[in-house]
């Protein structure tokens, strides 16, 4: 399989092609085409926190551990919370990241397992949805879309490296399917990584500023729809007379 420097190489390059393209296509902000670029490049290596080895599990969440706590900090703002328990917040979130989701990661997964999967990658956008809030909901989903292609990166380079040609003939390696999946032979497995995903879908669903562009856009049709049938009255009236 592809090592630890080739997946943060890839994920790194095409994180800045991602980046490069936010900024020249959806006209982005400078910085925000920066932190995509960064998140992509660092989802390059979320699958590989099942992995026994120790650099992956380390690297990540250290960074994570710094990261999420700065980018919460504008929900945490509208919480309402004071700079001192916000501060507190971030120690908290940074100390459960640093050592919590690793111990957890390290228990209760198996390499190549349903981390590795379709549906966590999916799970892994919608957290960096939760966590990258901001009223611009085409920059949001643009931040959580770069954790997705970086998290994906990483299961397309595992399915590469799975295949073998030697003297021009093609052979698959028993991992060969493992990375890029919908699910695994086991169903306990199956129905904590749907779980979640349910769970987080339900939970961005709520969000309060999706709620509001929600609320909006249902208030936009509404208007619509009365100035249509208000027209549409008129046009009747008009022709009976």
Known sequence: MADFRTHISTSTIIGIGYGAAGYLQLGAPL???????????????????????????????????????????????????????MVFAGMIMYLAIRFGVASIFKKYTVHRGMWHSIPAAASAGLLAFLVCTCDDMTMRWYKAAAVVIGFLSHLVLDELWSI??????????????????????SMWANISTYGKLALLLLAASYDPVVMREFADKTEQVERTARELIEETHEHAEQLLR
């Not at 073998?164 to 390696?173: E, S």
């Open 164 to 185: 073998d040609i030697r003297r021009g003939r093609l052979r698959f390696k028993k991992s060969f399917g493992t990375a890029m999946k919908f699910y695994s032979g």
């Open 31 to 85: 910085e925000t085409c920066a932190l995509a670029a960064g998140l992509c490049s660092v989802s390059g290596m979320l699958p590989d926190l099942d992995s026994d080895s120790g650099v992956p599990v380390r690297e990540t969440m250290s960074l994570a551990a710094a990261v999420v706590p700065m980018l919460m900090m504008d929900r945490f703002s509208h919480f309402g919370w004071s700079h001192e328990t």
